[in-house]
């Protein structure tokens, strides 16, 4: 999921498959990162966050897996449906200084899931 | 989510005109913040608000003015639109005593500018 200017990183994956979707991060400082979903016509809506003195958390057919050494986020949605297609951004946070309250995002990445 | 409500949807302008973009929000969040969207790109932040008297510009906020007018209130105004204003505007809020910072955002205001 590296960004390459306009033209957003896509995952086509059958349903039922497991999907990764993949996030670099450029602030070492931030202390939360979140994923977003955006499905088409509609704004972010928030899946799951983490903090940054932990490298996994688990939601509802969700897991989100953090790496500080290479700054690297990842998603992992498991038995991808067809409702799980949309754009998907990663957004990384600092909790403190003049940036407080500021989300920073990625460019996205597309999730089609086919039946 | 339907707690954060933009109006209108759509809106189709002409160069020079003013315009406003309003949202309203009924989660009760002090924190609320303007985002542009545009094809292929993530979301840029324009101006943010942490209270009815703090209001901050973001990265592009040049050619933006905004109101705080109620904690429940905050719109977006171009006071002369230009065509490389077309682009997907969200409001957003966030509630800051959880200290994570999530934010919600609205369904959007599709501006487009001639």
């Known amino acids: 999921g590296e960004s390459v200017g306009l033209h957003l990183p896509t995952l086509s994956v059958q349903e039922g498959d497991n999907s990764i979707i993949n996030c670099a991060y450029s602030n070492s400082a931030s202390d939360y990162f979140i994923w977003y979903k955006q499905e088409s016509g509609k704004g972010p809506q928030f899946i799951i966050d983490i903090r940054s003195n932990m490298d996994k958390r688990q939601g509802q057919r969700v897991t989100v897996l953090l790496n500080k050494t290479v700054k690297h986020l990842s998603l992992q949605i498991a038995a991808t449906q067809p409702g799980d297609s949309a754009v998907y951004f990663c957004?990384?946070?600092?909790?403190?200084?003049?940036?407080?309250?500021?989300?920073?995002f990625g460019q996205g990445t597309i999730l089609t899931v086919h039946p | 989510d339907a707690d954060v409500t933009q109006t209108p949807r759509n809106r189709i302008t002409k160069t020079g005109k003013r315009i406003m973009l309003e949202c309203s929000q009924t989660?009760?969040?002090?924190?609320m913040y303007w985002y542009r969207q545009d094809p292929g790109l993530g979301l840029r932040l324009i101006y943010y608000?942490?209270?009815?008297?703090?209001?901050n510009k973001g990265e592009i906020s040049d050619g933006y003015s905004v109101s705080r007018q109620a904690q429940a209130k905050f719109s977006l105004s171009l006071e002369s639109a230009i065509p490389n204003q077309t682009a997907l505007y969200f409001c957003?809020?966030?509630?800051?005593?959880?200290?994570?910072?999530?934010?919600?955002f609205g369904a959007g205001t599709r501006l487009s500018v001639l």
């Open positions: 608000s942490f209270d009815v008297k703090d209001i």
């Open positions: 957003a809020t966030s509630d800051p005593g959880t200290g994570r910072n999530i934010q919600y």
């Open positions: 957004a990384e946070f600092v909790a403190g200084g003049t940036s407080y309250g500021k989300l920073t």
């Open positions: 989660k009760g969040h002090d924190r």
